[in-house]
């Protein structure tokens, strides 16, 4: 005889695993885009090249391209709660030694540890959220989450303003900045800890924590569309973080002649629009469910903004509304979308690939966007120098829509052959 299934936690108990989660991710952002607003910094006072400062984003991302899939392995292996504990952990060791950086060298290890902990921990978090609220508004939640994640990045390219007096002291104590908020992460991730340690063992999770030892044969078990997702994602994020994350800042005030913090400010509007808009489209997939129509809604407004950005004088401001648009749409479809095309037994695997295939991305994205800036000789005397780093990130743009268009083919076909004759 079947036993009843347990009741879910309760409100109050599933509302603080969230807000912890949401910590983790608030200031996991904060700390990764903590780079952007001390770039022309680190150029004026420490004389880093832009490959230099490309490489600080580019080495964060670097060894994911291997590690996040073992992250995966390990989420599935030993537990969402474990392994968000001590990725949050490790993130905040690599804030510390990125402040203490002085050397470029030093700064660039502690980016490393900090990309060491923190993809593994976007892995282990996604699957929690599943974990605890699939088929309970999972996409909404999650879109929330992301929204939260957003707010991070946000205040990170804001506190040039609400910080100013720490960047009138020179480049650290910003980082320093960053490092309190991979404190606060850490403090999140053993809210977290503690919850899920209590009531995964009385099985009122939505979905099971998987048990069995990941065998490298489920790879090829994997659907063509969650390969597809796969290149969507790759192509999209590309383009996102190192273009937002690295270089828009600089590029704003050095093409477009923005101060600093007038750049900062028009930088953050990408994701402020993400924090409110991330949960519609989240809320949306969730009511209508129709990923493929809705993931290609979303990644055509990428390449419309390069063309706006690369063609129309003072376009700044509206290349950035449809960028910042596009960013709360497609992530708010795209995760959750990989659910519907994954075993759940095989998500931490799923969800680890693809961000380790993502951070290859980003990788080659900042340091092809920074050698084509430096032999360009971009800068403020020679603004049209940033102008094949443009024209590199709205071709990447072009190839995620194409993706998703494929993506909707797919589906369309699979919906044909499913109807009765």
Not at 318 to 325: D, E, K, M, N
Request: glycine share 10%; with cysteine.
């Amino acid at each position: 005889m079947n036993q009843p299934r347990p009741a879910a936690p309760s409100f109050a108990v599933q509302a603080f695993m969230y807000v912890g989660v949401a910590l983790v991710m608030l200031g996991n952002y904060y700390g990764y885009d903590s780079i952007a607003p001390v770039a022309e910094q680190l150029s004026r006072e420490l004389h880093f090249t832009d490959t230099q400062i490309g490489t600080l984003n580019a080495i964060y991302s670097l060894p994911n391209i291997f590690l996040v899939v073992v992250g995966g392995m390990l989420v599935d292996r030993f537990t969402a709660r474990r392994m968000v504990l001590l990725t949050t952990g490790l993130c905040l060791v690599g804030a510390v030694v990125t402040a203490l950086g002085a050397q470029f060298e030093v700064m660039a290890i502690g980016r490393l540890l900090f990309g060491v902990g923190s993809e593994t921990l976007a892995v282990a978090t996604t699957v929690a959220l599943a974990q605890w609220f699939a088929g309970r508004y999972f996409a909404l939640l999650f879109a929330l989450n992301l929204s939260l994640a957003r707010l991070g990045s946000y205040l990170a390219d804001r506190s040039p303003s609400f910080a100013g007096p720490l960047y009138a002291h020179g480049w650290q104590a910003p980082l320093w900045l960053a490092a309190a908020f991979a404190a606060l992460s850490f403090a999140g991730a053993l809210i977290y800890f503690c919850l899920d340690a209590r009531e995964a063992p009385r099985g009122t999770l939505a979905l099971a924590p998987a048990a069995e030892r990941f065998d490298w044969r489920h790879l090829l078990s994997f659907r063509s569309e969650y390969w597809l997702l796969v290149g969507i994602c790759v192509t999209f994020y590309s383009v996102i973080f190192p273009f937002r994350s690295t270089f828009a800042i600089k590029y704003l005030q050095e093409a477009q002649g923005l101060t600093l913090a007038a750049a900062s400010t028009l930088n953050s509007y990408v994701f402020l629009g993400a924090v409110f808009a991330t949960p519609v489209f989240g809320f949306l997939l969730d009511r209508i469910g129709r990923n493929a129509p809705l993931l290609a809604a979303g990644s055509l407004l990428l390449p419309l903004s390069f063309l706006v950005l690369g063609t129309l004088p003072g376009g700044a401001g509206l290349s950035t509304a449809l960028l910042g648009v596009s960013f709360s749409f497609l992530p708010a479809v795209l995760w959750p979308t990989v659910v519907r095309y994954t075993a759940p037994g095989h998500l931490g695997t799923a969800y680890g690939l693809m961000t380790a295939l993502q951070n290859g991305g980003l990788t080659g994205a900042n340091l092809v966007a920074g050698y084509l800036n430096d032999t360009s000789g971009a800068s403020a005397a020679n603004p049209g120098g940033y102008s094949p780093m443009l024209w590199f990130f709205g071709l990447l743009s072009l190839a995620a829509f194409l993706c998703t268009l494929v993506l909707w083919l797919i589906d369309q076909s699979g919906a044909a052959a499913r109807r009765p004759a």
